[in-house]
């Protein structure tokens, strides 16, 4: 882990590999309320980009623009160069709310996507148990969402956007209804998810720590309407004890530099 301080606001470096890109697009809702305002990022493929701001300024709307949840008022999205008119194939979506379905167990939430792609019942069950025991829930494929802890239902909805191998997983601040420790865990668990799976995160939080300790880039957006205020690279080498991460000086002043940025929103 290098401790190259001033690397922590250097210029982002060129995105060689663009799994997505958002090209100029802003966002005005019907009470002529303008969310977002001339967007212009580009995702690497393969690894794990944050967006990170104040309330309200536009995360989560930018999120489901790219999923094909929302449209544009200006501007557009590609994936893989492609222009996104609607949800698709390649991306998957984990909600905040879980969005399980309360009457199907956990295989049958897990399966669901691939269910609706027409995959036959024998190879979707074996595809949903193979992710059910990567998220550590083994043993509780017959369970119901009601007889799940909060922290089972969220693997139970990442294990099912897994098991639609999508290239690009979109995730709405998964972890922020479970509690502190079992939220250090998923932060971890994703990290380990990323190595093994290979495919392009894009992570909604609120936590400065979370956006440091999870991500290869963090896109920080300014408030209401959102515009890109800075692209932040941690210069942190993830890899051995999780946990030196966090005690780690480049970890500590990268998350106390992105603080004081944020701060001068505030005042």
């Known amino acids: 882990m290098t401790a190259t301080a001033h690397h922590f606001f250097a210029d982002p470096s060129p995105v060689t590999d663009c799994a997505v890109s958002v090209l100029n697009v802003g966002k005005i809702y019907a009470e002529a309320v303008t969310a977002l305002e001339n967007i212009n990022v580009d995702f690497p493929r393969g690894q794990l980009t944050s967006l990170l701001g104040p309330s309200g300024c536009g995360k989560t709307t930018l999120l489901k623009i790219i999923a094909g949840l929302l449209p544009p008022s200006s501007g557009e999205v590609l ?3 492609r222009p996104v008119a609607g949800p698709g194939p390649e991306r998957a979506f984990v909600f905040q709310d879980f969005a399980l379905l309360p009457w199907a167990n956990v295989l049958r939430n897990v399966a669901f996507g691939l269910k609706m792609r027409g995959i036959a019942r024998g190879e979707r069950e074996e595809i949903a148990r193979s992710y059910i025991a990567q998220v550590g829930l083994a043993g509780f494929e017959a369970r119901y969402p009601h007889e799940l802890s909060g922290g089972m239902r969220q693997r139970v909805g990442l294990a099912r956007a897994l098991a639609v ?4 997983l979109l995730m709405d ?3 922020s209804a479970v509690d502190e420790q079992t939220r250090r865990k998923f932060q971890e ?3 380990t998810l990323i190595a093994r799976e290979k495919k392009t995160f894009i992570f909604v939080t609120h936590s400065i720590e979370e956006a440091v300790y999870v991500s290869d880039r963090i896109v920080l957006l300014s408030p209401r309407p959102g515009r890109i205020a800075q692209i ?5 080498e993830r890899g051995g004890d999780p946990d030196a991460i966090r005690r780690h000086p480049v970890y500590l002043d990268t998350v106390d530099a992105i603080w004081q940025s944020l701060k001068t929103y505030l005042e």
């Not at 191998?165 to 690009?168: F, G, L, M, R, S």
């Not at 932040?232 to 942190?236: G, L, S, T």
């Open 79 to 81: 994936v893989d160069d």
């Open 165 to 168: 191998n999508a290239d690009v």
């Open 173 to 175: 601040e998964p972890f």
């Open 189 to 191: 668990d994703l990290l």
């Open 232 to 236: 932040i690279e941690p210069a942190i």
